[in-house]
């Protein structure tokens, strides 16, 4: 059973990702014919874009109507949906970026800092970097391209980027990826290309992949991404197993084991 909601990142907004998260469970009661509150004494598996439990947890606690749950950052889920029980490596991109290694059942990961910090190789990423090098090359630090003309234009000058990035959010950045990854040859393509691809085998290699080891890619980004990495990471790609939801869901059945064997 299924039901969908808005964006719950608990880093950009945790009072709305909690509303969210209320909104799915009171779907959910309905569509299982279960009142919330029994719904809430049963098991829960939470993978949250953004959670950090010393700032996070507390909140989520008091604010939702679970009585057993479990809650983690999203990389989890999604290399357990992308693995199973696989050794093996992800590269996640898409609105945001990052990677994971599973070996032996043991998980590493690295990225996922989020759109300011971070998120490498992701849309938001895609868009902010992008408009940087609109600004190098109005300065002369680079060659004006086609798609460096083309962004100019989408805010007719460069004090329209400025006011535009002063008030962005990640999801407005990324916006601007189709239009960048839309021509692959632009010189100004090519560079966040090369840049993103570099930083992807750097994490892989710094959490202990290694090119005996599959590769997934996951998100809306990462199989555009794929020519452009280096020739042994393109010889390791391998099919996911299933999805981030898929990983969710067995790692949901493993805590709701757990919580059993504990009572």
Known sequence: ????????????????????????????????????????????????????????????????????????????????????????????????????????????????????????????????????????????LLEKTALTQTLLVRFKRPSGILEFANDARPADFGELAPIILDVPNDPVTQILLQRAASHFERNLRAIGWSADLPVCLTGGLAPQLAPYLTADVQSSLSAATGTPLDGAVSLARMFAEEVQVSC
């Open 1 to 140: 059973m299924r039901v969908e909601v808005g964006a719950a990142n608990v880093t950009t907004d945790i009072e709305a990702a909690v509303h969210e998260i209320n909104l799915g469970l009171s779907s959910l009661s309905g569509k299982a014919g279960l009142a919330l509150e029994d719904l809430g004494k049963m098991p829960a598996y939470l993978g949250l874009a953004g959670f950090h439990a010393e700032k996070n947890l507390a909140r989520l606690k008091e604010g939702l109507p679970l009585r057993f749950m479990k809650v983690e950052d999203d990389r989890p889920a999604a290399l357990q949906g992308a693995l199973g029980a696989r050794n093996g490596a992800l590269i996640h991109s898409g609105t945001g970026s990052f990677f994971g290694v599973q070996v032996g059942g043991k998980k590493k990961f690295s990225g996922g800092w989020g759109a300011i910090l971070g998120d490498c190789g992701s849309a938001a990423w895609f868009g902010k970097s992008a408009l940087a090098l609109v600004l190098d090359a109005e300065d002369g």
